[in-house]
């Protein structure tokens, strides 16, 4: 998947509340072939609407933001309701297509 993504010149970054410790921790056990960032001021999550009050935490969505800062893609995800990667590489190919 992160193959297709960098041939489409497409960059991947993933962003939560938790601490720089606990993301390096979570990148290096899983070898994530992207980057983690910690919005531990919470100003990302609040700015995209993703952060649940209620919890303390990000809520777990994807974006796809095109080279103008557009927002083509959402995708809301759960511990139950995985992410569709599938969809994802589409909407990203549709974008790249234009």
């Given amino acids: 998947m992160y193959q297709r993504l960098r041939e489409l010149n497409t960059e991947v970054l993933g962003i939560s509340v938790d601490s720089f410790a606990s993301h390096k921790k979570f990148h290096d056990e899983l070898k994530l072939p992207f980057d983690l960032l910690s ?7 609040q700015e995209y609407g993703v952060f649940n009050f209620k919890e303390g935490v990000a809520n777990r969505v994807s974006f796809l933001i095109d080279k103008k800062g557009i927002i083509r893609f959402k995708q809301e995800a759960t511990l139950i309701k995985p992410r569709n990667i599938k969809e994802m590489i589409r ?3 549709e974008v790249h297509a234009e």
């Fill in 91 to 93: 909407s990203v190919e």
């Fill in 39 to 45: 919005d531990w001021d919470r100003k990302v999550t």
